[in-house]
C-alpha cells in the first residue's frame, strides 16, 4: 500500500477505534441519564464504528509492528447533550472533510480495497450524523429520542432504521444477517 494511503487508513482506524469505545461509554451514561434510545443508538452507531475499524484493520494488515495512528477526536465524559453534541461533530468531520479526502487519494493511489473502506464508512456516518442530530433535538427538549428498530450490516456497518431492505444498500450484505438493536 502506498504510503499516504496507509497514513490515512491507520488514521481511520484510529478514529474510528476511539468512536466504537467512546460511544460504548456513553451508551452507558444515556442509559444512566433515563435516555433508553439514544444508548440504544450509541451502541448501535458504535457496533458500526467497530465494523469499519476492522476493516481499516485489515487494510493494513500486512503492516506488521509498531505504526503511528493518532486520531484527533473527541474526548471526554459529559452530559448525554454533550456527549451526542461531541459525536454530531466527529461524524460531520468524516462526512465533510475526513473521508472524501481520504477516498480520492486512495483512488489517486489505485488502492482499491481502502478505497471501497472509506467509501462504506462514508455512507454510514451520514446516517449516524442524522440519527445524532435527531438524538440531540429530543434532549434538547428534555425527552428520549423516538426510534424505531436500528439495524447495522455486519459487513460494512452501514446503519438503518425502522424496516430493514433485502439487501444492503451499501454493500449487499443479506437483511438476514443484519444486527438488530430494538
Given at each position: 500500500?502506498?504510503?499516504?494511503?496507509?497514513?490515512?487508513?491507520?488514521?481511520?482506524?484510529?478514529?474510528?477505534s476511539?468512536?466504537?469505545?467512546?460511544?460504548?461509554?456513553?451508551?452507558?451514561?444515556?442509559?444512566?441519564?433515563?435516555?433508553?434510545?439514544?444508548?440504544?443508538?450509541?451502541?448501535?452507531?458504535?457496533?458500526?464504528?467497530?465494523?469499519?475499524?476492522?476493516?481499516?484493520?485489515?487494510?493494513?494488515?500486512?503492516?506488521?509492528?509498531?505504526?503511528d495512528?493518532?486520531?484527533?477526536?473527541?474526548?471526554?465524559?459529559?452530559?448525554t447533550?454533550?456527549?451526542?453534541?461531541?459525536?454530531?461533530?466527529?461524524?460531520?468531520?468524516?462526512?465533510?472533510?475526513?473521508?472524501?479526502?481520504?477516498?480520492?487519494?486512495?483512488?489517486?493511489?489505485?488502492?482499491?480495497?481502502?478505497?471501497?473502506?472509506?467509501?462504506?464508512?462514508?455512507?454510514?456516518?451520514?446516517?449516524?450524523?442524522?440519527?445524532?442530530?435527531?438524538?440531540?433535538?429530543?434532549?434538547?427538549?428534555?425527552?428520549?429520542?423516538?426510534?424505531?428498530?436500528?439495524?447495522?450490516?455486519?459487513?460494512?456497518?452501514?446503519?438503518?432504521?425502522?424496516?430493514?431492505?433485502?439487501?444492503?444498500?451499501?454493500?449487499?450484505?443479506?437483511?438476514?444477517?443484519?444486527?438488530?438493536?430494538?
Amino acid at each position: 500500500m502506498r504510503d499516504m494511503t496507509k497514513a490515512n487508513v491507520l488514521s481511520a482506524y484510529s478514529g474510528e477505534s476511539q468512536a466504537h469505545m467512546r460511544y460504548a461509554i456513553w451508551s452507558d451514561k444515556a442509559a444512566k441519564d433515563g435516555f433508553a434510545n439514544v444508548a440504544r443508538l450509541f451502541r448501535a452507531v458504535s457496533h458500526s464504528e467497530k465494523i469499519h475499524a476492522k476493516r481499516h484493520f485489515m487494510a493494513v494488515a500486512d503492516s506488521f509492528g509498531a505504526a503511528d495512528n493518532l486520531a484527533g477526536a473527541g474526548f471526554g465524559y459529559g452530559e448525554t447533550l454533550q456527549n451526542l453534541e461531541v459525536a454530531v461533530g466527529g461524524e460531520e468531520f468524516e462526512i465533510a472533510e475526513m473521508y472524501p479526502v481520504y477516498k480520492a487519494v486512495a483512488d489517486l493511489q489505485a488502492e482499491k480495497f481502502a478505497s471501497v473502506g472509506f467509501f462504506r464508512a462514508l455512507e454510514a456516518e451520514k446516517v449516524h450524523a442524522a440519527m445524532f442530530h435527531r438524538a440531540i433535538e429530543a434532549a434538547k427538549a428534555g425527552k428520549d429520542v423516538e426510534l424505531g428498530p436500528i439495524h447495522v450490516c455486519p459487513d460494512c456497518g452501514f446503519t438503518m432504521e425502522g424496516d430493514a431492505p433485502d439487501r444492503c444498500p451499501v454493500c449487499g450484505e443479506p437483511k438476514a444477517n443484519f444486527v438488530t438493536y430494538a
